[in-house]
C-alpha cells in the first residue's frame, strides 16, 4: 500500500481514472491472481519489489495473464521498491 502511495505521489496524480489492484504481500499472489484472471484488464503494471519474492511474484502472475503486462520495477532497479525509490528522488531534490 505503502508503494501505491508513493507512487500517487511522485506523480502527483490526485485523479486515478483507472482500476487497482493492490498487492499488499506476496503471500496474497493466489488471490491477487484469481482476481487478475476474472477480470479482463486492457493492460497490467506491475510494481513489485526488486527482491527475489518480487521478481518470483511477478513471473507466477505474469504467466496467467491474457493480456499486456509490464513489470515497472526496472524503472526503479538500484532499490528495493518503489517507496524507497520515491523517497531517495525526493532527498536528491531538496539537497
Given at each position: 500500500m505503502?508503494?501505491?502511495?508513493?507512487?500517487?505521489t511522485h506523480?502527483s496524480?490526485?485523479?486515478?481514472?483507472?482500476s487497482?489492484?493492490?498487492?499488499?504481500?506476496v503471500?496474497?499472489?493466489d488471490d491477487v491472481?484469481?482476481?487478475?484472471?476474472s477480470?479482463?484488464?486492457?493492460?497490467a503494471?506491475?510494481?513489485?519489489?526488486n527482491?527475489?519474492a518480487g521478481?518470483?511474484?511477478?513471473?507466477q502472475?505474469?504467466e496467467g495473464?491474457s493480456?499486456?503486462?509490464i513489470?515497472?520495477?526496472t524503472?526503479?532497479?538500484?532499490?528495493k521498491g518503489?517507496?524507497?525509490?520515491?523517497?531517495?528522488s525526493k532527498?536528491k531534490?531538496?539537497t
Amino acid at each position: 500500500m505503502i508503494d501505491y502511495l508513493s507512487y500517487l505521489t511522485h506523480y502527483s496524480i490526485t485523479e486515478y481514472q483507472s482500476s487497482a489492484v493492490i498487492l499488499i504481500s506476496v503471500y496474497l499472489k493466489d488471490d491477487v491472481l484469481e482476481i487478475l484472471r476474472s477480470i479482463k484488464f486492457e493492460k497490467a503494471y506491475f510494481y513489485l519489489d526488486n527482491d527475489d519474492a518480487g521478481k518470483k511474484c511477478y513471473q507466477q502472475l505474469s504467466e496467467g495473464l491474457s493480456y499486456p503486462h509490464i513489470n515497472q520495477s526496472t524503472t526503479y532497479q538500484e532499490y528495493k521498491g518503489f517507496n524507497e525509490f520515491h523517497v531517495a528522488s525526493k532527498l536528491k531534490i531538496t539537497t
